[in-house]
T-cell receptor, first 114, second 110 residues
């Protein structure tokens, strides 16, 4: 199957700083990328959907100014958590899709905000 | 509304069959999915079923769909220790979104 990578795999930061997470599709062009958030022992919650070259569509309750998403190319999307706080600590997972095919998931990024 | 529910935990002995259940609410979902998540890893698609099917078998995996009751199940035959993971069902009410269940942690013991 197709491969999706995320970088970094884990990050620890101080409260108030911003953190950027990258999601890359390694062997296919991703017209759409999705960002999910997973709390410990809970399900994945879709945060936003991004299509290459256009603004992301955020789910209800997700602050777009806090979670900045950029999908500048067909192989790269970034999620920036701005002014991170301890409650933003979570496991962030991206997925990528070509057309309306299967979503392929990245391995996730664990964010810990001190 | 969109709500997908699963039991939280299942423990089985190696070699037995495991059955993981899921209920969903959106009858318009065209596809229903089962994903596997191993510790610290992303999700791996195990199998999926089209909404007009009742059953799908793929090697050790059998998916049963009761559309009337909005109930989906995943049966793993001859469960192995390597099957220990969290299993998520997901529905797809439109071509863009996946709505995930709460996840079932499967523990396989020798």
């Amino acid at each position: 199957g197709a491969v999706v990578s995320q970088h970094p795999s884990w990050v620890i930061c101080k409260s108030g700083t911003s953190v950027k997470i990258e999601c890359r599709s390694l062997d296919f062009q991703a017209t759409t990328m999705f960002w999910y958030r997973q709390f410990p022992k809970q399900s994945l919650m879709l945060m936003a959907t991004s299509n290459e070259g256009s603004k992301a569509t955020y789910e209800q309750g997700v602050e777009k100014d806090k979670f900045l998403i950029n999908h500048a190319s067909l192989t790269l999307s970034t999620l920036t958590v701005t002014s991170a706080h301890p409650e933003d600590s979570s496991f962030y997972i991206c997925s990528a899709r070509s057309g309306f095919n299967e979503q392929f998931f990245g391995p996730g990024t664990r964010l810990t905000v001190l | 509304g969109e709500d997908v529910e699963q039991s939280l935990f299942l423990s089985v002995r190696e070699g037995d069959s495991s059955v993981i259940n899921c209920t969903y609410t959106d009858s318009s979902s065209t596809y229903l999915y089962w994903y596997k998540q191993e510790p610290g890893a992303g999700l791996q698609l195990l199998t999926y079923i089209f909404s007009n099917m009742d059953m799908k078998q793929d090697q050790r995996l059998t998916v049963l769909l009761n559309k009337k009751d909005k109930h989906l199940s995943l049966r793993i035959a001859d469960t192995q220790t390597g099957d220990s993971a969290i299993y998520f069902c997901a529905e797809s009410p439109n071509t863009d979104k996946l709505i995930f269940g709460t996840g079932t942690r499967l523990q396989v013991f020798p």
